[in-house]
């Protein structure tokens, strides 16, 4: 069976200009073209469409996705890179968390120092955010 882009857009949930972007990079083969050409794409390409999808889906960047495609080009090679590519994108989200939870905290403490009855000139929440020196954590 092959696809259209818009079947295959569909069938993914990748929106057309991105599997246009992602054939253009080479994630995806170049798809074969009708006498019209019209892109007909091949379920491999919607299994990769998928898998770019689920990879972006958990915030792994291009450069890390490349690399895994690679490494699934190469069935016997070792899995220790894509182990390795897993822990690294779980230690960066496990690092943003924390770097939410910090803003979130300083969010709150700024937000609760306001009542919105004064003037706009006397707001708390207006003072803090031009001045980070009156945040109580850096939450840089």
């Known amino acids: 069976m092959d696809f259209s882009i818009g079947e295959l857009s569909k069938a993914t949930g990748v929106k057309v200009p991105t599997i246009r972007y992602y054939e253009k990079e080479g994630l995806i083969e170049a798809p074969i073209r009708t006498e019209g ?81 004064r003037p706009a000139a006397d707001c708390n929440i207006l003072k803090a955010f031009g001045d980070h020196d009156l945040c109580l954590s850096d939450h840089k």
């Open 37 to 117: 050409n019209q892109r007909r794409y091949q379920e491999r390409d919607l299994d990769r469409l998928r898998f770019l999808k689920h990879c972006r889906d958990l915030g792994l960047p291009m450069e890390v996705i490349r690399e895994l495609i690679d490494l699934s080009l190469h069935p016997e090679k070792p899995c220790c890179n894509a182990n390795r590519i897993a822990a690294d994108q779980l230690q960066a989200i496990r690092a943003r968390i924390a770097h939410l939870k910090k803003l979130e905290k300083e969010l709150a403490r700024i937000s609760a120092s306001c009542t919105g009855e």
